[in-house]
């Protein structure tokens, strides 16, 4: 009897210890949102954890307002990097609150700054085994008047793209397939994946709201399969065990 026990203890260890956690850091584009239950707007990030099975949990550390830099001295970037274990994932999505040069606390130089600071969550993440993975910014509802996209970031997704390439980074770009699901809803439909509400339209809101940056629980919906179909075409043998608990 006491074999059977011993047994049926290691296999649910064994069970516990194939665990993967997926972190997730960035900005107020990927982060949980309070009173989700309520409240319209949803970072993509928050709706990831349905998408994996049973064997990843997604821990979702993005903040609100945050840049790399504000991230960081704000240690957010520490008691990740202090829990981090071999075989663990980071998504790591920033950029917009980076662009902030009014602010000092949170702008960076794309080429400098920005640049060393992801180069910092690459390599550290490595340090501890994990695997890191580079994502530019989802791009902003912003058609001009002839309903053309234009783009809002300036050069913080090259730097990324440069960073994921000269360090051999899993990769997706964000920015591309996000224009892309814009465009395909086009400059009215595409409200629909943002929060645009008149007076008295949503109770969550008490003015009218016209938010083109953050997402509607649709738009956070459809940025999530986005990036779950796009890790499984990233060929990489690192993204193995995270592509088997895709549902």
Not at 50 to 76: C, W
Not at 102 to 122: C, G, M, Q, W
Not at 180 to 196: F, R, V
């Amino acid at each position: 009897m006491k074999k059977y026990i011993l047994l049926t203890l290691l296999i649910t260890s064994l069970g516990f210890a194939q665990k993967t956690t997926l972190y997730c850091i960035g900005d107020s584009t990927m982060a949980n949102k309070k009173d989700p239950e309520k409240n319209p707007e949803h970072g993509w990030a928050q709706v990831l954890q349905p998408l994996f099975k049973d064997n990843v949990t997604v821990v979702n550390k993005a903040v609100n307002g945050r840049s790399t830099r504000s991230f960081i001295n704000e240690k957010r970037w520490d008691s990740i990097y202090n829990n981090l274990k071999k075989g663990d994932y980071v998504f790591i999505e920033f950029g917009h609150n980076d662009e902030k040069i009014e602010d000092p606390s949170r702008y960076t130089n794309p080429h400098t700054a920005y640049r060393y600071n992801l180069i910092k969550f690459v390599n550290e993440s490595r340090e501890k085994g994990a695997v890191p993975i580079l994502l530019t910014s989802i791009a902003r509802r912003n058609f001009n008047e002839k309903g053309v996209l234009v783009p809002t970031h300036g050069d913080y997704p090259l730097e990324t793209r440069l960073v994921a390439q000269e360090l051999n980074v899993p990769f997706i770009d964000l920015e591309y397939y996000t224009e892309i699901l814009e465009q395909t809803y086009g400059p009215e439909k595409s409200k629909q994946l943002h929060l645009h509400f008149k007076v008295g339209e949503n109770p969550y809101y008490d003015k009218e709201k016209a938010d083109d940056t953050h997402l509607s629980l649709k738009g956070a919906t459809e940025i999530a399969a986005i990036v779950i179909k796009e890790i499984k075409k990233i060929q990489d043998p690192s993204l193995q065990r995270l592509k088997k608990e895709i549902k």
